[in-house]
Structure formats: C-alpha cells, structure tokens
C-alpha cells in the first residue's frame, strides 16, 4: 500500500487531488480491511470531500456533522492525506483521548502511514515532577498512585486509573503560576514539557480549546499549523470567554499557603510570609464581602479594594522573591497582582465583571461580551484554513447564530444529515396535561411519574435531564420514596459524572437524574438508555450577568435579545439534551418534553426544526411505542447490535 502522508499521489498510475483520494479511501476497502465493523456511510464521504476540498481553498468553514456521521474520521482522514500541518481542538478531555488513542491510530494503520499525531493537554493534566519530590503532603495516597508516579511516561493523570480529588492533585500538578521553568532541577524530566516538545514535532496535533486559545495568545506556546479544525465547536464561545477573561479568587492563593508552610526557610521569616498571605487572603474576600449570589460587580466602586490588593500581592511578590524555594509563591503572587491591575483597567462596555458563589470561594470574574473580534485576530488569522464542526451549529437550519456569536461572519457552511431514520427510532412526545412550566413542585411530581412509568417498563433505561438543581432535588425527594425496589437512582451531585456513568453502564436498570453537563457529551448506545425526559425547555437564565450583559448588548445596538440569543442558546442546549437518545442504527427510544411552550408559543418552531425529525405522538401512543420496540423483551433482542457510528 501507498505512503499517504503528502498531498498529491500517484495511485496506480492515476494522479489524484486530495478530495479523489478521500472518495478512494472511504469508498474503497481500505478502512473496512483495518477498522472492525466500518461501513461506508454516504453522508461521512460528503463531509470528508468538503474537508478536503476547505484544505485546499484555505478561509472559514463552519460544517454542520450530525449524530452518527463519524465526524471524527471524516477530518482526520484528510488531515493525514494532505501532508499538512493540523492542529484538531476539541472542547473534552474525553474526545481528545478517543482521538489520540482510537481514531488516529486506526486510520494511520489504515493508510499505512508515518504522520506524527501527538496530544497536549492544559498544564493542568501533568505530574510536576519538582512537586512530588519536594516532600509534599502524601495525604495517605496508596502505593499504586505512587507506581503510576514512577512508571507513567507522559504524567497525563488521564491515564491513572482511579479518580484522584481535585484537592489533591492540585499539590501535583503542572501549573503556570508556580512553575520555576528553566531553573527547574527536573527540566529535563518535565512532562509538561515533553508533550510540548512532542507537539512540535508533530503533524497532526489533538488539543483542546482552551489550549489553543491561549496558547496562541501567548504566542511561544504552540507551533505553527496550516489547517484548524475545531470540533465541539458549538463550545468554542464559553472556553475562549474564560480564556479572555480575568478571575481573582481566595483559592488562587493555596499553592501560596502550602508553598510556604511546607519550605524550609527560618521559622520567623516564614511566619511573616504567612502573614502576609492571610492579609492578602483578607483582601481578596474584601471584593466579594457580603454579595450571597451571583451577581454584578463593579471595578469602579471597589477601586480602593483592588489597589489594596494589589500593593498587598505585590509586597509578597517581592519578599517571598528573596528565596529561591519560594520562588512559586512569588511568581503566583505577581500573577495576583498582575489581575488586580488588569481589574482596575477594565471597560464596562467591552466586559463583564461578576461574583460567582462556589463551594468554597467566591470568584471575582471578567469576561468579554463579544469574543468574535478576539476569535478572528487570535485563532482564525494564524491558519490558512479553519474549519468548525459540530452536531449542533444550526438553530431551525440556519448557522447565523454560531456565525455572529464565533466571529466568523464570511464563514461557507453546510450541513451533513445524520445517517440515523430519528421518524422510526425515536418519538417525541408533549403530554398536554402538564402543570404551568413555572408550577415547581406540580412539574416535578409529573416529571417523576412518567420517569418512574417509562423505567418500569424499560427495566431502568431511562435519563431525566433538569435545567435547574432546584428542579432536579424536588423530584429526588419524590423519587427516593416512591423508587421501585428493582430500579436504582443515581443523581447527579451523589457522585461524580463518570462515576454516574459508568455505574449505569455496568447496571442499566436505572434512572439518571442530571442537569448541566449531562446534556451533552454523554454516550449510552444500544440498550443502555431508551428514554431521555427534559423537565424544561432549557433557557439561560436572564438574571445570571454575564447572560443579561450580552442581553443588553444586543439591545443596544438595535437587536432582539430573545431572538438573537436567548432562544437560539436554548435550541443548542435542548438538541444537545434530546441527542443524548439515538447514538446508534439499531437504537430505539422515547423523548419527552415536559413543557408545553414548545407547541403553544411560536418559539416552539424553533425549537422543533432544531432538533431531530422524531415522530411527534400523543402522550397515549407512548406506551403502545415503548411496548412493542423498547419493553424489557424488546431490548434483549438488541442486545449486542449497538451498530456505532464513530
């Protein structure tokens, strides 16, 4: 077989562009030979051509890819066949380890290929080697976390097998603020470093959004490349948005307490350091003094606080710099600083400024309103393609909204239909005897009996997507009495998400009850889930500021808030929600939506051309559906025929 990694080649005496090598690869038996199970899906072939082809002509592309396409080989193929330099970004952590340890392998054994495909993460991700050794806390972590330590090649906590608590691994971590750089005695150990110094000499390079962001913000970070592709790219806004912003926060100075009590500089000196960083601390929590929830927050009247902050952030910076051991604390300390200052400079026409409530510590945050402009000037200039893909880039088929909200307003689209028949797969039901959407209580007593009619049924099988914690608890506290004995309940807030996930997969007779990251992103094909229920259509909330921000902004310049944003913001999130349903050929399910705005306001279009075609039914034809294709008998027979589409 040919070498395929270069842009034109002669294939059995035939010369061939890129996008007739696609066609040949995916029409061909090559992927069928090498991947177990591939078949040649119309739609993925489409896509890849107009990869290829975007490769070739260079600009902005935004290509819609729906569910069960294969998205995945449909980029990297080309990206492989063209001999470029690629970067592919993604939003998880998740799909970047299914790039780097599935897809890209399979198709480099494939295509016989020597391109260099390599991962970075966030620094986040990587064992620091200078922490482990400098007599850290062990917190009582067991012998087999300490094997890992010694045996692991890249660090990526990814690969070690047990959850580890974020508290912990902090104490582990890479981290920009603390890291000693050049003067580090394991610099040449580093795994950080490795994984970039791998990056560079890669061809194909799987990273994740917020990565890209600033590390072409910071410019030295990140090699070259001559085509993006960015998939999840629906995602894109909210990791750019943090990545542009600002946050000060009392838990930014932890590695400042730990570096501190932990050195072994003279008892006196470390006790006036630590002093110093209580104040620090004190001033920090001045910002946020009395706010009990999320809200605005304004630079101009706590002027005197911030500048406090500052001079504070800058003593420490300077005193704990006259010791080399603690030149972590000084460099997080200067970053406190840096922040204050940046505060202080802050245009209330161009940011937001918020204090968001957590667990522990309040965070004083900035974000931009409209990262459109940053988007075309920091990422899309430095690449003469960029493509942006997702299951969900149209709202009622239109990409207007992605165009204006991702700053590609010249981009060519198109969309790419899913392979899956959603009429026959899939209902869509609406019951007409609901509570008003803002009946509380009344809802989630209506939510709960259909979830625990339909689990009865189906032995389990079931996902109830809440748009609120409020939502969800009140039809915890039902169904914790009424539960029947033979269906478990996981909740999202009991566990941890993977810990949810892969309970259920193991023991699917049972219902998920989930908000925020469950509607999307997770993957249950085949038997495993046959009933998702959406307690609300899932709106933003206008009084969160960064929402009324953008909001306001859009009114101001002559714009309709609702129309522009809120509404299509909420069409993203509900055919992410209801796309949680058919993953597979061979699935088979039911949705319901537990609010009737969707067919009562005229709104309800919207959200109904944005979601997939299923056959809409009467609530009193759902049970005759989930009988004859989805009852406890049905779902044997399907056992073992998930049919993926990756």
């Known amino acids: 077989m040919p070498m395929f990694h270069c842009r034109i080649h002669s294939w059995e005496g035939f010369e061939l562009n890129l996008t007739d090598m696609i066609e040949t690869v995916?029409?061909?038996?090559?992927?069928?030979?090498?991947?177990?199970?591939?078949?040649?899906?119309?739609?993925?072939?489409?896509?890849?051509?107009?990869?290829?082809?975007?490769?070739?002509?260079?600009?902005?592309?935004?290509?819609?890819?729906?569910?069960?396409?294969?998205?995945?080989?449909?980029?990297?193929?080309?990206?492989?066949?063209?001999?470029?330099?690629?970067?592919?970004?993604?939003?998880?952590?998740?799909?970047?380890?299914?790039?780097?340890?599935?897809?890209?392998?399979?198709?480099?054994?494939?295509?016989?290929?020597?391109?260099?495909?390599?991962?970075?993460?966030?620094?986040?991700?990587?064992?620091?080697?200078?922490?482990?050794?400098?007599?850290?806390?062990?917190?009582?972590?067991?012998?087999?976390?300490?094997?890992?330590?010694?045996?692991?090649?890249?660090?990526?906590?990814?690969?070690?097998?047990?959850?580890?608590?974020?508290?912990?691994?902090?104490?582990?971590?890479?981290?920009?603020?603390?890291?000693?750089?050049?003067?580090?005695?394991?610099?040449?150990?580093?795994?950080?470093?490795?994984?970039?110094?791998?990056?560079?000499?890669?061809?194909?390079?799987?990273?994740?959004?917020?990565?890209?962001?600033?590390?072409?913000?910071?410019?030295?970070?990140l090699p070259g490349a001559d085509v993006l592709v960015i998939d999840e790219g629906h995602r894109l806004e909210d990791a750019a948005s943090e990545c542009l912003g600002l946050s000060i926060s009392e838990g930014m100075l932890l590695p400042i307490f730990d570096g501190i009590a932990f050195s072994e500089i003279d008892m006196e000196k470390k006790a006036a350091l630590l002093e110093q960083s209580r104040l620090l601390s004190a001033a920090i929590a001045d910002l946020t003094d009395g706010i009990k929830e999320t809200s605005v927050w304004d630079p101009v009247e706590n002027l005197e606080t911030l500048e406090d902050v500052q001079a504070t952030a800058k003593q420490l910076t300077a005193d704990s710099g006259k010791f080399e051991e603690l030149l972590p604390v000084s460099q997080t300390a200067s970053a406190v600083?840096?922040?204050?200052?940046?505060?202080?400079?802050?245009?209330?026409?161009?940011?937001?400024?918020?204090?968001?409530?957590?667990?522990?510590?309040?965070?004083?945050?900035?974000?931009?309103?409209?990262?459109?402009?940053?988007?075309?000037?920091?990422?899309?200039?430095?690449?003469?393609?960029?493509?942006?893909?997702?299951?969900?880039?149209?709202?009622?088929?239109?990409?207007?909204?992605?165009?204006?909200?991702?700053?590609?307003?010249?981009?060519?689209?198109?969309?790419?239909g899913s392979p899956f028949d959603y009429s026959s797969q899939a209902i869509l039901s609406i019951p007409e005897s609901l509570p008003p959407h803002d009946s509380h209580e009344d809802l989630a007593l209506a939510v709960w009996q259909w979830g625990r009619r339909l689990a009865e049924v189906l032995e389990g099988r079931t996902l109830i997507l809440f748009t609120s914690y409020r939502n969800l608890k009140l039809v915890k506290r039902i169904a914790e009495k009424e539960l029947p004995s033979n269906i478990k309940l996981f909740t999202q807030g009991d566990m941890s998400r993977s810990s949810i996930l892969r309970d259920f997969r193991e023991c699917s007779r049972a219902i998920i009850l989930g908000t925020s990251s469950f509607w999307e992103g997770v993957d249950l094909p085949g038997s495993m889930l046959q009933a998702v229920i959406i307690d609300r259509l899932p709106f933003a909330s206008p009084g969160h500021p960064l929402i009324r921000a953008r909001m306001d902004m859009i009114e101001k310049h002559g714009g309709s808030s609702f129309g522009q944003y809120s509404l299509p913001l909420a069409a993203v999130r509900l055919k992410q929600g209801v796309g949680r349903l058919i993953r597979s050929l061979d699935d088979m399910g039911v949705?319901?939506?537990?609010?009737?705005?969707?067919?009562?306001?005229?709104?309800?279009?919207?959200?109904?051309?944005?979601?997939?075609?299923?056959?809409?039914?009467?609530?009193?034809?759902?049970?005759?559906?989930?009988?004859?294709?989805?009852?406890?008998?049905?779902?044997?027979?399907?056992?073992?025929?998930?049919?993926?589409?990756?």
């Open 337 to 416: 600083a840096f922040s204050a200052g940046r505060f202080m400079e802050l245009s209330r026409e161009e940011c937001c400024c918020f204090v968001e409530i957590g667990k522990k510590h309040s965070i004083l945050k900035a974000v931009p309103l409209d990262i459109g402009p940053d988007l075309m000037d920091t990422v899309y200039s430095r690449f003469d393609t960029t493509i942006l893909t997702s299951a969900t880039l149209t709202i009622a088929d239109e990409f207007d909204f992605f165009r204006n909200r991702l700053g590609a307003w010249d981009a060519r689209v198109k969309s790419f």
């Open 26 to 221: 995916f029409t061909g038996d090559t992927l069928a030979q090498s991947i177990p199970g591939y078949v040649t899906r119309p739609s993925q072939v489409q896509f890849a051509r107009a990869v290829g082809s975007a490769m070739d002509s260079g600009g902005i592309y935004l290509f819609e890819a729906g569910t069960g396409i294969g998205k995945s080989l449909a980029y990297i193929i080309p990206a492989i066949l063209s001999g470029r330099k690629i970067f592919v970004s993604t939003a998880t952590i998740t799909l970047q380890d299914q790039l780097a340890n599935k897809d890209a392998p399979a198709v480099l054994s494939a295509l016989n290929s020597d391109a260099k495909v390599s991962v970075l993460k966030g620094r986040n991700n990587y064992l620091c080697l200078r922490k482990w050794r400098s007599g850290s806390p062990s917190f009582g972590m067991e012998s087999d976390f300490e094997n890992w330590i010694e045996s692991t090649k890249d660090g990526d906590i990814s690969s070690y097998a047990e959850e580890i608590p974020s508290a912990v691994w902090r104490h582990f971590r890479s981290d920009h603020m603390d890291c000693t750089g050049s003067s580090c005695h394991f610099r040449g150990a580093c795994h950080f470093f490795s994984a970039r110094s791998q990056a560079r000499k890669s061809d194909i390079l799987i990273l994740n959004h917020h990565l890209l962001v600033s590390g072409l913000m910071a410019d030295e970070v």
């Open 591 to 646: 949705v319901m939506i537990m609010d009737r705005r969707i067919v009562s306001k005229g709104y309800g279009k919207v959200f109904l051309r944005s979601i997939p075609p299923f056959r809409v039914v009467p609530e009193d034809q759902i049970m005759d559906f989930v009988m004859e294709h989805c009852s406890s008998s049905g779902v044997s027979s399907v056992r073992g025929r998930t049919g993926r589409t990756e």
